[in-house]
């Protein structure tokens, strides 16, 4: 066993809700197949060197090498496969420490992205572990297709859209 080329050095909460579904549909009692389970998903990645800013002995490759990485996922509407609806969403900062690889922006996005979604299995089980109808472990992901480049391009237009005033009672963020 070894350290991984990737830490996580900050995790923070932005989001969390969870209500009991009531148009689930239990495959143990029913005889129809459960709706799609698919959740959606919103994921974005940018560098983030500014995280070292107050401390002045780290290395510039460290701070070349560390992201900003944020994942949020929820069940899609009218959901009928899942007995919660529910909407989580963490920021995490990475950091390539063997900055010596060149795929460091690639091992960012993968590494951090499921990173952060054990954050949210593991937020998502404590909750409902003590809600009424038991606890919900969400399916293991993989994010090997991620590509950084899309996570940066998702980046970037979220952050052109919240720059753009938004009328009162507007809601400026997706998930």
């Given at each position: 066993m070894r350290h991984s080329k990737i830490q996580l050095v900050e995790l923070t909460l932005g989001k969390v809700l969870v209500t009991p579904n009531s148009r689930y549909k239990d495959p143990a009692t029913t005889a129809e197949a459960p709706a799609d389970m698919g959740l959606q998903s919103a994921k974005t990645i940018c560098k983030n060197p500014e995280f070292w800013e107050k401390q002045l002995d780290i290395d510039a490759a460290v701070r070349d090498h560390t992201y900003?990485?944020?994942?949020?996922?929820?069940?899609?509407?009218?959901?009928t496969g899942y007995p919660y609806n529910f909407e989580i969403q963490f920021t995490g900062v990475v950091v390539n420490f063997d900055?010596?690889?060149?795929?460091?922006?690639?091992?960012?996005?993968?590494?951090?992205?499921?990173?952060?979604?054990?954050?949210?299995?593991?937020?998502?089980?404590?909750?409902?572990?003590?809600?009424?109808?038991?606890?919900?472990?969400?399916?293991?992901?993989?994010?090997?297709?991620?590509?950084?480049?899309?996570?940066f391009a998702a980046h970037q237009r979220l952050t052109s859209a919240a720059k753009i005033k938004a009328e009162p009672g507007e809601a400026t963020d997706v998930l």
């Open positions: 900003a990485v944020k994942l949020g996922i929820r069940t899609p509407p009218n959901s900055s010596v690889d060149g795929d460091s922006d690639k091992l960012a996005a993968k590494y951090g992205l499921a990173l952060l979604y054990g954050a949210i299995r593991d937020q998502l089980l404590s909750l409902t572990s003590k809600m009424k109808a038991g606890q919900l472990l969400v399916p293991t992901m993989s994010f090997e297709d991620e590509k950084y480049e899309d996570m």
